[in-house]
T-cell receptor, first 108, second 113 residues
Framework: GIQVEQSPPDLILQEGANSTLRCNFS?????LQWFHQNPWGQLINLFY???GTKQNGRLSATTVATERYSLLYISSSQTTDSGVYFC??????????FGAGTILRVKS | GAGVSQSPSNKVTEKGKDVELRCDPI?????LYWYRQRLGQGLEFLIY????????KSGLPSDRFSAERTGESVSTLTIQRTQQEDSAVYLC???????????FGPGTRLTVT
């Protein structure tokens, strides 16, 4: 089945810093989503981005489908950005496969 | 509804008992999914519904696990004769159609003692 790798596994930032999270996947996909899992366990949709670039406030994401990777950019990080960031992909008619996540801690 | 809802939010049960977890998807969403998340790990797919049929049950870990869905509405995940390794958060998601963006509920935290 399709493999999803996220990097880095852990990241500690000072408030106000920028960061880039990466998601590599092993096959072509028709669905790619980024989620933020907050400390209470809720999965929050960040982006639905099988290809192209999207921006939402301080967050933006880019997926280069031909090269099988996606990047999530967090600018001017805040303590509320802490949590786990998951990338998940779906390959035509199959299940959504999650990466292992990036644990982000933003210190004030 | 405004989002996916799940009940109960927490469930503690004794080993060997049966449990039933409920999911209410977003109104109008035809696809519904169940996932399991063990402590500190990513999400594992369990089962997918399109309407009330389940074309993909490949993730169900054993025959103690079953699920059903009523039309394009509520789904229940049943775990029979619970074991300690079943302890996890069970998450439900729905999407307008298969392959569309999935939206997740808050999960049910199951603890088997």
């Amino acid at each position: 089945g399709i493999q999803v790798e996220q990097s880095p596994p852990d990241l500690i930032l000072q408030e106000g810093a920028n960061s880039t999270l990466r998601c590599n996947f092993s096959d072509s996909v028709n669905n790619l989503q980024w989620f933020h899992q907050n400390p209470w366990g809720q999965l929050i949709n960040l982006f639905y981005i099988p290809s192209g670039t999207k921006q939402n406030g301080r967050l933006s994401a880019t997926t280069v489908a031909t090269e099988r990777y996606s990047l999530l950019y967090i600018s001017s990080s805040q303590t509320t950005d802490s949590g786990v960031y998951f990338c998940a992909v779906e390959r035509y008619g199959n299940k959504l496969v999650f990466g292992a996540g990036t644990i982000l801690r933003v210190k004030s | 509804g405004a989002g996916v809802s799940q009940s109960p939010s927490n469930k503690v049960t004794e080993k060997g008992k049966d449990v039933e977890l409920r999911c209410d998807p977003i109104s109008g969403h035809t696809a519904l999914y169940w996932y399991r998340q063990r402590l500190g790990q990513g999400l594992e797919f369990l089962i997918y519904f399109q309407g009330n049929s389940a074309p993909d049950k490949s993730g169900l870990p054993s025959d103690r696990f079953s699920a059903e869905r009523t039309g394009e509405s509520v789904s229940t995940l049943t775990i029979q004769r619970t074991q300690q390794e079943d302890s996890a958060v069970y998450l439900c998601a729905s999407s307008l159609l298969r392959d569309y963006e999935q939206y997740f509920g808050p999960g049910t935290r199951l603890t088997v003692t």
